[in-house]
């Protein structure tokens, strides 16, 4: 996408009716407040990573309303023509706080509050689910990922599997989450995530034989290239690459067969011939499950695809979008109230909420609390909510190793039972703290 | 995205390393074919459906190589200097075959064939799988909703779910299968796809009463409006909604509890005050399963978000693309010979092929037999690979209702065994015709 582009219409048709109603009542300038959480962990998780508060604070300064965007409203006869006009002077003057990109989250999280008048804050509501929904779900499985691989680096690798727009968001999400490199060029300009890549059997079938491709690639890539050698033979393939590369050959990359009992195998050969820094890459059909069973393995690093952007079984984070606070007048002074609904198995706690994790004396994680007012701040409550928008102005923007640095301390300060890879309870337990009965 | 985009860079890092390796060696201007197909059906379903050709078109022309996507190619080091010349001028010159958008598939259909260099081809396989892995899952989801929905209506409206640029392909693949609408504006904009919507919770939230919001929302878009009745108290708004539109009301929306028992209760009350003709509509985590449980609920339509934007179940076809003919030799006349790696669990059938569904007398599908020879058209092979791009030239653009009714046609023709839920066989097995051993 280019600088130009609009994110307005990447939008559900009912935000923009609604507004046509709310502004037709009198009722659109009301004060809101809308907060973004999860009801539950998807997939019976540990816990669920904030992925897109960078990309969602992009596409707020790209919600314009352009003339080719008012023309395709108009001709679809989608809203009516005073709607239009306050459409074409929209940009969203509220605040907005959220959990900082890389952080833990639990259900009931309030991972995005949003505080404008309804007209302003209901249309963002798509675009914001769309982008936190995609990227968490990503970052939640790849944090799983990173774990399991016990600080052997891992590749992303997942781009032809995902709408190719949604696979560099996943690369950036991975990449919060501690994956070390993508394959995706796109996400290497967009957002500085290092690329890396090796070769596929394409290459090797193209050329007269797997020694000619293998020479191909070391004269073009250098010795410290990696090599696929599952073609046709693996272990006359590792032959092969040690007799054209030496002991100094970068690399060699398994794609198939078991992949424990053929790492063992090329191993105790590259050593044989002195190949000991050789690095062994695989790659597969791995999910973090199937990363886990190579721990034993001699593996030096793991590619990871379809599991990765598919969100592992939980390909959406399952987070919603919730009015929970409303004036009952139009103005900045008129006191907000909580509204939640009551359908018969969907209940959401109405009122505006902070979120903090209380840990204790050593620093380890031992609930996430969610107040409905702003408490005391004490040495044992870690603020969660960050500033990222303040009477309209981005000011939350940050470096994507902030984020990922932020992952790595959230991560670590959890629990032990965060790390285990069945499905269970959260790792920590959800505390609503209310100050009156609402 | 807008026009001047380029599609180069959506391409994993591997297919540019690959290319400056052949240009060196000589082999990047070899004739090839690449094949791209599906080992085995998603999640044990009857058939799937290819989504993707209309949007790959579009890719493919966009996929050019400006100087800012080289400049970022050459800082990060990407490739060498001669690649980056190669690359300036890259524009595919190539043959492009494919199966019709819409069009059913089975294990082994060759759904996409591409005949040019090497160099051209491989540079479009991350690009082509990203493409039709997402819009074909989501098209597969789709189709087997419709099925289920029986002729009812089917909104597609799961946006919020998604990436924001997927949910755009998600609505065009949904309605490519046979869904009437899709609530995502862009969809409408871009792919002309009918839009519709309702109002949220928050809408009633907002406004003094449920009587208020009500009042404002027909008061806003007419008696024909969709008044969404589950925020409180179902019955009672139902109530609430006749008193204030009367027995034309458009609809009322369903979003929780148990819709079978809701939706009966709610129809009840309507048939009471005579508004006959006012539509219930259901949503709330919908997959096919439960639409066909809705069968004999007096349901008029269903609102599909989550389980369609992921696939239900099957969030990527996961189709591949490989290196199946290459010449031994540059130059236009050089013969092609079949080729397939040989990796444990992961073979493939070297050779150009050529799809055909066989028909019975009655015009039911039998089989699909896939050629590796073009073979004497009769009448009872229908032939599924359309010329797309001829010598670099796109020919294979047509409308979306084009696809849509290829859709129809193509489900029709299968075997009732097609329409069932449950996980099973393919609803045609797949043949493979040799002409000789390779």
């Known amino acids: 996408m280019t600088d130009d582009w609009s994110s307005a219409l990447l939008t559900d048709r009912y ?12 009722t659109a300038h009301r004060k809101t407040v809308f907060e ?3 009801r539950r962990l998807p997939d019976a ?39 239009l ?10 605040d907005v706080w959220g959990y900082g990109e890389g952080e833990c989250y639990f259900p009931g999280s309030p991972i995005l509050v949003v505080e404008s008048t309804f007209a302003e804050a209901v249309l963002l509501e798509t675009i914001a689910l769309s982008i936190y929904n995609h990227d968490s779900a990503i970052a939640s499985a790849a944090s799983r990922m990173v774990t399991a691989a016990g600080g052997r680096p891992l590749i992303e690798m997942g781009s032809r599997r ?20 993508s394959s995706n060029l796109e996400a290497g300009r967009r957002y500085g995530v290092p690329t890396a890549g090796t070769a596929a059997h ?5 050329h007269d034989s797997e020694r000619h491709a293998f020479q191909t ?16 033979d693996v272990e006359r393939a590792v032959l092969t690459s040690l007799e054209l590369a030496g002991p100094r050959l970068g690399g060699v990359r398994l794609d198939s067969g078991d992949l424990a009992i053929t790492a063992s195998r090329v191993r105790k050969i590259l050593d044989e011939h002195g190949a000991t820094e050789t690095r062994i890459v695989v790659t597969g059909d791995l999910d973090e499950h199937a990363i886990q069973a190579l721990a034993v393995a001699p593996v030096d690093g793991y590619g990871v695809g379809t599991a990765l952007v598919t969100g592992s ?38 009122g505006r909420k902070w979120g903090y994790r209380r840990l204790d004396g050593q620093g380890v994680a031992g609930g996430e609390v969610v107040y409905d007012y702003a408490p005391q701040e004490t040495r044992d409550l870690r603020p969660l909510l960050r500033h990222l928008v303040s009477g309209g102005e981005v000011i939350g923007r940050e470096p994507l190793d902030t984020a990922r640095e932020r992952h790595t301390a959230a991560v670590t300060e959890l629990p032990d039972t965060a790390q285990q890879m069945s499905r269970g309870e959260p790792a920590i337990p959800t505390h609503f703290e209310q100050r009156s009965a609402m």
């Open 217 to 232: 690639q070391l004269d073009a890539l250098g010795v410290g290239t990696t090599l696929l050698v599952d073609t046709f």
């Open 36 to 38: 973004m959480f999860a």
């Open 85 to 94: 006009e306050w459409l074409a002077g929209y940009r969203f003057t509220g």
């Open 45 to 83: 998780r540990r816990y669920g990573v904030v992925g897109g508060p960078g990309r969602f604070l992009d596409a707020l300064e790209r919600f314009r309303f352009p003339t080719p965007v008012l023309d395709f409203l108009s001709d679809a006869r989608v809203v009516d023509e005073p709607t």
């Open 162 to 181: 995902a709408h190719e727009a949604a696979a560099v968001a996943a690369a950036r999400a991975a990449y919060i989450a501690g994956f070390a490199t």
């Open 202 to 206: 394409a290459f090797v079938l193209l």
């Open 15 to 26: 935000e923009l009716t609604m507004l046509q109603g709310a502004l037709r009542s009198g």
């Open 313 to 350: 079984g939980a390909p959406t984070a399952s987070l919603v979008y919730k009015l929970v606070a409303r004036a009952r007048e139009t103005g900045a002074d008129a006191p907000l109230e909580p509204v939640a609904k009551r359908s018969v198995g969907k209940p959401s706690k109405g």
